[in-house]
Each structure stands twice: as C-alpha cells, then as structure tokens.
C-alpha cells in the first residue's frame, strides 16, 4: 500500500493517504480520480497521469464555511449582501 499519493479532482490536486478523510468541493453519487504521483518506497511520477484511477467513497456531504459578499455605494444609499456556502464532500480513497 502506497505512503500517499496525488490526485487530480475537478482540476485541482490533493495529497491522499489510504484511510485518510480529506475534503473536497464537489458533489456526485462516485468520483473517481485520476493519479499524479505515488509515494511508496518509490516515487512513481505520471506524464502528466497515470494509467490507473483511484474511486472515491463518499463519507460525508455538507455545506462549508459561509463567504459573504458585500456591495456598497458610498452617498447613495445602497447596501446588498449575499452570502454562498459551496458544497463540501468529505470523501477517503477505496484499496
């Protein structure tokens, strides 16, 4: 079993170790992720990917911290605040 490896999820990369949680900002029912790198007791570097993917188990699905956004106008009397909470996945690599 590999020491940890990196992934590619939706663009952006995370260093995964087996029976580890991480966190992740897309929703779905599976993911499946394409390999970067394996760090064993040797490094295995893709060019740029791997042949193999690596599934993804879902533990969790919650929303994250809340991002406020707020536009004013000075001498104008305008004030708007919205606010967006981006849907997390807590997700751990399958063997």
């Known amino acids: 079993m590999a ?3 990196i992934l590619e999820i939706a663009g952006k ?14 929703q779905g029912e599976a993911l499946e992720a394409k390999i ?3 760090v064993d007791d040797k ?3 893709g060019k740029p990917y791997l ?3 690596v599934k993804l188990k879902i533990l969790e699905q919650k929303k994250g911290k ?3 956004v707020a ?12 606010g967006f909470r ?7 690599m399958e063997a």
């Open 71 to 82: 536009k004013f106008h000075a001498k104008a009397n305008y004030r708007k605040v919205r």
């Open 66 to 68: 809340k991002i406020r």
């Open 13 to 26: 990369q995370f260093k995964a170790e087996p029976g580890k949680p991480f966190e992740v900002t897309i």
């Open 36 to 38: 970067l790198m394996i």
């Open 3 to 5: 020491k940890y490896t």
């Open 51 to 53: 042949k193999e993917t």
């Open 86 to 92: 981006p849907q997390i996945s807590r997700v751990v």
């Open 43 to 45: 490094v295995v570097i």
